[in-house]
């Protein structure tokens, strides 16, 4: 059975266009010319993915897209908008369009997004079904984890692995987002390409664009022969920019064209280069925070964004921690040529701890151990102060018995946590006289995510 189509376009020659277009290519194909015929289709027919435009004669695709998300929130929207209308866009997409296409539209152009789409909503339905296979691996490629938490990231990775889409991934620093790009890369049909890094928080300004984009020679003082930028040399593989948000809003222009067009112009070139790259992208920033800030594009973030893949901090899945030691402590045989045990109870122990800094924290922290270690045997006084302090109590010692609540041993670690993070927001709220801005800053969360926890916690806090 082939997949089904519904175009919804007033202009009669264009909208025979591209329905013979997608016939061609084995699709059916349902029609309409106006609001009226278009809901028509969408109450007696099943179609798999609708083609809107934005302007026609009786009402807007904004408003047919506002009533069938709601009514069909699985199905899949692309809207038509005319060139530069980029405003129109955006809202479809905050809607819940899955993307837009400006006119006039190529036939090449429209049989690309035709088929991102149908991958997009395979992706969508395969998210709904069983992770009973994956709840059995606890492992993917360089990444470990038991928790349900990690095992919605290894499902998300293994379903849009092989979908063409920008994937981008958001979590605190040290969390993972660099192994998790590389296991996307390494699940699809790229792995054999290149995957090529860019760290753009590391990189200055004025000298990312010739590093993303290469340049021609003389296109500036001591530029004295061509250079291929990353998107060149990653061309057929993957492309990872990590720390997204770090970069200009002039640069975010011709990013914008490049994942939309997969083009692009060397600096100090007239000739247009042409890529095959997949992007994924990460930042530890909220993006969407930034976008209502006016700092962020809100037409890129929507483009990156097509499959958000969140990673947890590592105090939200304590139960990987064994895990993760132990892979760490391997690495670290390999790399040292001995073996290391670890001390009874200190695993229990290492998993009251916090870990701001995540798995990079973990990382340190058990190679400064494996270091200092007596005849391989990893204890609790080879690790950092910060750390002894937090896992011995030492640190809570002198704290009212209110306080203590989170250390009670007769409750759940989850319920242990929920408790120490609890205190924490009240404290940095009281140390940020009520400044939900300036305390969400002291914890190192968005504001957006202080608010949350505010509710969460049921807070006796007056919103801002």
């Known amino acids: 059975m082939s997949d089904t189509v519904l175009i919804v376009e007033?202009?009669?020659?264009?909208?025979?266009?591209?329905?013979?277009?997608?016939?061609?290519?084995?699709?059916?194909?349902?029609?309409?010319?106006?609001?009226?015929?278009?809901?028509?289709q969408f109450q007696n027919h099943h179609f798999d993915v609708a083609l809107m435009d934005i302007l026609l004669p009786d009402t807007t695709g904004i408003k047919l897209?506002?009533?069938?998300?709601?009514?069909?929130?699985?199905?899949?929207?692309?809207?038509?908008?005319?060139?530069?209308?980029?405003?129109?866009?955006?809202?479809?997409?905050?809607?819940?369009?899955?993307?837009?296409?400006?006119?006039?539209?190529?036939?090449?152009?429209?049989k690309i997004v035709i088929k991102q789409a149908l991958e997009w909503q395979r992706t969508r339905e395969?998210?709904?079904l069983s992770h009973e296979n994956v709840a059995q691996q606890n492992h993917l490629h360089d990444m470990v984890g038991k928790s349900e938490?990690?095992?919605e990231v290894f499902g998300l990775i293994q379903r849009v692995a092989n979908q063409n889409v920008t994937v981008l991934l958001q979590g605190e620093s040290g969390t993972g987002k660099s192994r998790c790009a590389q296991a996307i890369h390494l699940e699809s049909d790229r792995a054999d390409e290149p995957f090529v890094k860019v760290n753009c928080a590391a990189i200055p300004s004025q000298l990312l664009e010739s590093e993303l984009f290469g340049y021609q020679k003389g296109a500036f003082t001591g530029a004295t022969q061509n250079q291929k930028g990353k998107f060149e040399v990653a061309d057929g593989g993957t492309l990872f920019l990590d720390e997204i948000g770090d970069i200009t809003m002039e640069l975010q222009a011709k990013l914008l064209q490049v994942t939309q067009e997969k083009t692009f112009y060397p600096l100090g070139s007239n000739e247009e280069k042409k890529v095959d790259v997949r992007i994924i992208a990460a930042t530890n920033r909220d993006l969407s925070e930034m976008v209502q800030k006016g700092d962020f594009r809100e037409d890129l973030y929507y483009r990156l964004n097509i499959i958000g893949i969140h990673l947890p901090p590592l105090r939200e899945r304590p139960d990987d921690i064994p895990l993760l030691a132990e892979q760490v402590a391997k690495q670290l045989e390999s790399e040292h040529g001995r073996s290391y045990t670890i001390e009874q109870g200190l695993m229990s122990a290492?998993?009251?701890?916090?870990?701001?800094?995540?798995?990079?924290?973990l990382h340190n922290a058990f190679s400064r151990a494996c270091v200092l270690s007596v005849d391989g045997k990893i204890?609790?006084?080879?690790?950092?102060?910060?750390?002894?302090?937090?896992?011995d109590g030492e640190e809570i010692s002198n704290v009212g018995e209110d306080e203590m609540i989170f250390k009670d041993p007769s409750l759940p670690l989850p319920d242990q946590l929920e408790n120490y993070e609890q205190k924490a927001i009240e404290d940095a709220l009281t140390k940020a006289e009520g400044v939900q801005s300036k305390a969400a800053e002291i914890l190192g969360i968005s504001r957006q995510?202080?608010?949350?926890?505010i509710r969460k916690y049921e807070l006796d806090i007056e919103e801002e």
């Open 379 to 391: 204890k609790i006084d080879d690790f950092p102060k910060e750390i002894q302090d937090r896992v």
């Open 10 to 40: 007033d202009n009669h020659k264009l909208r025979r266009l591209m329905v013979l277009t997608l016939e061609k290519e084995g699709y059916t194909v349902l029609q309409a010319a106006d609001g009226v015929e278009a809901e028509h």
């Open 449 to 453: 995510s202080l608010l949350y926890k």
């Open 350 to 361: 290492l998993t009251n701890y916090s870990w701001p800094g995540n798995i990079r924290e």
């Open 149 to 151: 938490q990690m095992h």
């Open 65 to 110: 897209l506002e009533n069938w998300v709601t009514e069909r929130p699985n199905g899949c929207y692309i809207l038509c908008t005319a060139y530069g209308d980029v405003e129109d866009a955006v809202q479809a997409m905050k809607i819940g369009a899955f993307d837009y296409l400006t006119k006039p539209i190529q036939a090449e152009e429209l």
């Open 126 to 128: 395969d998210e709904q």
